[in-house]
């Protein structure tokens, strides 16, 4: 006898392989389907081309500050003096609400580095420019509700609930950072 089991011993049939045939081929379009629509969700390449930013700090003279865009946002750097970095340090041993040291804060001492958003509702907040006011704290002020930051962007007043975030940054060198 022939090892070819006869067609009457089979366990499937002509039903059972057009089914497993068509669930097959439908598995192959909902892949082919799926790839497109997952792609278009990445970003675009206008997006990830702003999602970093090389900023010069050359031209920022000690106790200026600079205002970046970076992903929609505004980014204050600031070059802070001597007495800034001080106070900084002294108000590490005050009672804060979102409590974090000056040194956990910053990268050098002298840059800082944030993002120019009240955490209380998403104003921004005065202090970057010579003239307006920044609080009792020296660092920024919030005019909508009136909170207040230190020189290290720790929120110290008013009803901002924690400090001014801080971006993913890092030095290239002694003058240029890269922000994202």
């Known amino acids: 006898m022939s090892d070819i089991p006869s067609p009457s011993s089979c366990s499937c049939n002509r039903r059972d392989f ?3 045939t068509t669930a097959g081929l439908g598995a192959v379009g909902l892949v082919a389907a799926a790839i497109p629509l997952i792609d278009s969700m990445n970003p675009a390449a ?4 702003v ?18 865009t970076w992903r929609g946002r505004p980014v204050f750097i600031r070059h ?6 001080e106070q900084a340090r002294q108000d590490d041993a005050v009672s804060l609400r979102d409590p974090q040291t000056d040194a956990t804060r910053v990268k050098r001492p002298e840059w800082l580095v944030v993002i120019g958003i009240c955490t209380h509702l998403g104003c921004i907040p ?3 420019k010579n003239g307006e ?3 009792e704290f020296g660092g920024w002020f919030c005019p909508c509700h009136g909170s207040q930051y230190d020189t290290a962007g720790r929120a110290r007043k008013g009803p901002a609930p924690r400090n001014l975030d801080l971006p993913p940054y890092a030095f290239l060198d002694d003058s240029t950072i890269r922000l994202g």
């Open 18 to 20: 057009l089914t497993n």
């Open 46 to 49: 206008d997006t990830e081309a």
């Open 51 to 68: 999602s970093t930013v090389d900023v010069d700090l050359s031209k920022v003279a000690v106790g200026g500050s600079l205002t970046v």
């Open 80 to 85: 802070r003096t001597a007495e800034e970095i």
């Open 126 to 128: 005065l202090g970057q």
């Open 133 to 135: 006011p920044r609080g």
